[in-house]
T-cell receptor
Framework: NAGVTQTPKFQVLKTGQSMTLQCAQD?????MSWYRQDPGMGLRLIHY???????DQGEVPNGYNVSRSTTEDFPLRLLSAAPSQTSVYFC?????????????FGPGTRLTVL | GNSVTQMEGPVTLSEEAFLTINCTYT??????LFWYVQYPGEGLQLLLK?????DKGSNKGFEATYRKETTSFHLEKGSVQVSDSAVYFC???????????FGKGNQVVVIP
């Protein structure tokens, strides 16, 4: 199993450009989520999905869109990038909710918006 | 709401020293508690977990006990190694909900 994969690893954008961060998992996990990591802020939840066709907002959803057409993929779209979106983005997946479900994280995408 | 507070600032210590990182939480109900570790340039890995009061999670010499009375989940290791240098995050997940709430993280640097 490859686990959770993310592409690209690094990306530089200009303000106003759009792009999609890719996330895929091969563990048949129903739950997937996107976090951003900023210095001194920990990780903050952007969007999450409890299954194909179902998405919801997390703590910091503004400026980001998601969709979930398959169990495996959960792309994150930036429609018009802003310098405030400079961050490291992590995708995670896990089995459905329960008493305990370990979330598996991808290696991250480091995004710089100029 | 649900939140996690970690002690401020990086932690620098010598090899074989005792490590403690404090973590307290605010949550409704009975959350599950976690410690995640992030090594340089990598994603997060689950270090240990506890799902109910008085549970002790342990892994790789690290331990943490779920203390409901003090709403705490402090991380400890008796003798650290240089390879333990990393960022450590405390996190919680409300019961029946996968949404993780993270603390701000602590950079741990172990000097030979």
């Amino acid at each position: 199993n490859a686990g959770v994969t993310q592409t690209p690893k690094f990306q530089v954008l200009k303000t106003g450009q759009s792009m999609t961060l890719q996330c895929a998992q091969d563990m048949n996990h129903e739950y997937m989520s996107w976090y951003r990591q900023d210095p001194g802020m920990g990780l903050r939840l952007i969007h999450y999905s409890v299954g194909a066709g179902i998405t919801d907002q997390g703590e910091v959803p503004n400026g980001y869109n998601v969709s979930r057409s398959t169990t495996e993929d959960f792309p994150l779209r930036l429609l018009s990038a802003a310098p405030s979106q400079t961050s490291v983005y992590f995708c995670a997946s896990s089995y459905p909710t329960g008493t305990f479900t370990e979330q598996f994280f991808g290696p991250g995408t480091r995004l710089t918006v100029l | 709401g649900n939140s996690v507070t970690q002690m401020e600032g990086p932690v620098t210590l010598s090899e074989e020293a005792f490590l403690t990182i404090n973590c307290t939480y605010t949550a409704t109900g009975y959350p599950s508690l976690f410690w995640y570790v992030q090594y340089p340039g990598e994603g997060l890995q689950l270090l240990l977990k506890a799902t109910k009061a008085d549970d002790k999670g342990s892994n790789k010499g690290f331990e943490a006990t779920y203390r409901k009375e003090t709403t705490s989940f402090h991380l400890e290791k008796g003798s650290v190694q240089v390879s333990d240098s990393a960022v450590y995050f405390c996190a919680l997940s409300p019961y029946g909900n996968n949404r993780l709430a993270f603390g701000k993280g602590n950079q741990v640097v172990v000097i030979p």
